[in-house]
């Protein structure tokens, strides 16, 4: 019998991202990467209260897949990341948070790329044999998303963004309280 331990659980689905309004007037390159975004030293984003009860019943709608008791969300915070010419954004978690998610406004196709947390072991075990990478644990991970969706993910998880042109996404982070 065949037992896969140490699982990292994502949740992939459908939003519609044309409900969840942020103001983008102060959009300026930060991160490493120098990507146009809303996020400014981590300061949240204005935000209508109708967006944020819309995203809150999207995330419950997932989570309660995995919570089998009564919890409550806090959204942390929220911004958005306007992608132009192979624009691209570099390994990072999201930290101070429990989970985090990516709402995929505007793209061709989802250039995130999520991280194995024993990808650096993995390569330095099976580096000359990508049979067993693939087989006793694969390095990376890109979800497969399209337009008007989401994916949460724990925010620990490291990731990043590809080379990407002419797309837009929302991130943010929030944490869970249980009854």
């Known amino acids: 019998m065949q037992i896969n331990i140490f699982s990292i659980p994502i949740w992939i689905g459908n939003i519609d991202a044309s409900k969840i309004v942020?103001?983008?007037k102060e959009l300026q390159p930060t991160f490493g990467s120098e990507l146009n975004t809303t996020f400014h030293k981590g300061e949240g984003n204005k935000i209508t209260q109708e967006s944020i009860d819309y995203l809150n019943s999207i995330i419950i709608e997932h989570l309660n897949t995995l919570f089998h008791r009564k919890y409550f969300i806090n959204i942390t915070n929220i911004w958005e990341n306007h992608y132009n010419q192979d624009d691209f954004?570099?390994?990072?978690?999201?930290?101070?948070s429990d989970l985090s998610f990516i709402i995929y406004k505007k793209i061709k196709e989802a250039r995130t790329t999520f991280v194995n947390p024993a990808a650096r072991l993995l390569d330095a075990f099976y580096s000359k044999c990508p049979i067993k990478i693939n087989t006793l644990g694969q390095e990376h991970f890109v979800p497969?998303?399209?337009e008007n969706q989401i994916v949460i993910f724990p925010s620990y998880l490291e990731h990043f963004v590809k080379k990407t042109s002419n797309a837009i996404t929302i991130a943010g982070n929030f944490n869970v309280t249980f009854e």
């Open 89 to 96: 954004q570099e390994n990072h978690i999201h930290s101070n």
């Open 144 to 146: 497969e998303c399209r």
């Open 22 to 24: 942020l103001d983008t």
